[in-house]
């Protein structure tokens, strides 16, 4: 047999390849989508997208609506005492420059129209003292609290009009036409005994009583338990000739200056002193006309005030060798 043809022409397929390197690269998305990478991303982008956008339509639809509302806007009265919402009040009213720090406009406007407890008892004290209730009288503390121990007939009877002793027309407790000017001003009886308060330094219950009968008083002790009835002491160096008050005894003492003790040590004292066995609250003590003219110059002349300028006058009484000495301790003007 003739030999083979011989085939000069390398077939490199045919040749076994000794530079193999591995298999071909892979493709992109083989690569970098070998646990579905690309998918989720994808889909968590739109979605955040999607998200975003529906956020910014809610937006955008909630400002239009609110742009075009024309719904009816609630309307509040503004109070003309001053609370309104500025704080600046009406004309009349706290302005701003009353202000205190610390405290809004509201605060204080409320303190200024809604009154204070120690403001409604003096109210219930001058409504008995004042045939106008348009007149405001000064009351002292202490007073104030002396009258509101008391029966609502004894507060009219001791701080209604007095029947005055002096030339001129005036009106009595009792209803009656009086001979005395009976006035509601400030230099009245009534209106002195709101505002002076009596200061004394005793001892005891005896020094207290000798005190006071060296200063001409007369004494009345309410007795419990509501203070309907009255011891009246008319002569403070004999106790033994107290009795019951009669109705025309409370109608001369109330046009006469008049003070109140209701310190549990000073009333159970006096009380002792003047044999009064029952337990009292309280005790007044009224004083000559005399008396009520020498305070009077007094008061106006410690600062030169005038009487409607006094708000509360406090005064210190000594006794020495049975006589005895007041002067003016205190004196409080009205703002």
Request: overall charge negative; charged content about 25%; aromatic content about 6%.
């Amino acid at each position: 047999m003739p030999p083979a043809p011989t085939n000069t022409h390398t077939d490199r397929h045919a040749e076994p390849d000794h530079g193999f390197a591995g298999p071909p690269d892979e493709e992109f998305w083989e690569r970098y989508n070998r646990r579905s990478e690309f998918p989720l991303s994808a889909v968590a982008a739109v979605l955040l997208h999607v998200a975003v956008g529906a956020l910014l339509v809610v937006l955008l639809v909630n400002l239009t609506d609110k742009a075009n509302d024309r719904a009816g806007v609630s309307v509040t009265l503004i109070d003309p005492t001053g609370l309104d919402e500025s704080g600046d009040g009406a004309p009349g009213s706290r302005t701003a420059d009353a202000l205190v720090d610390g405290e809004n406009a509201f605060d204080q406007a409320t303190k200024a129209i809604l009154p204070t407890p120690e403001a409604l008892q003096k109210a219930m004290v001058r409504s008995y003292a004042l045939d106008d209730p348009t007149i405001d009288l000064p009351v002292a503390p202490s007073n104030v609290a002396a009258f509101l121990l008391m029966d609502e007939s004894f507060r009219k009877r001791m701080l209604g009009g007095p029947s005055g002793t002096g030339p001129g027309d005036g009106k009595g407790t009792s209803g009656a036409t009086g001979t005395g000017p009976g006035g509601t001003g400030a230099d009245s009886t009534r209106a002195r005994s709101l505002r002076w308060v009596l200061r004394f330094s005793t001892v005891d219950g005896h020094d207290y009583v000798a005190q006071l009968a060296a200063m001409g008083a007369t004494v009345l002790v309410p007795l419990p338990p509501d203070n309907k009835q009255f011891l009246y002491f008319p002569d403070l160096r004999n106790p033994t000739t107290r009795r019951p008050a009669t109705d025309a005894d409370l109608r001369r003492l109330a046009d006469q200056i008049k003070f109140s003790d209701t310190r549990p040590a000073s009333v159970a004292g006096v009380c002792a002193a003047l044999g009064v066995r029952e337990p009292a609250r309280l005790f007044w003590a009224f004083f000559p006309r005399s008396l009520e003219d020498e305070l009077a110059r007094m008061e106006t002349g410690y600062r030169n005030r005038r009487a409607e300028d006094i708000e509360e006058t406090v005064f210190r009484v000594t006794v020495r060798g049975g006589a005895y000495e007041v002067v003016v301790h205190d004196q409080t003007a009205r703002r």
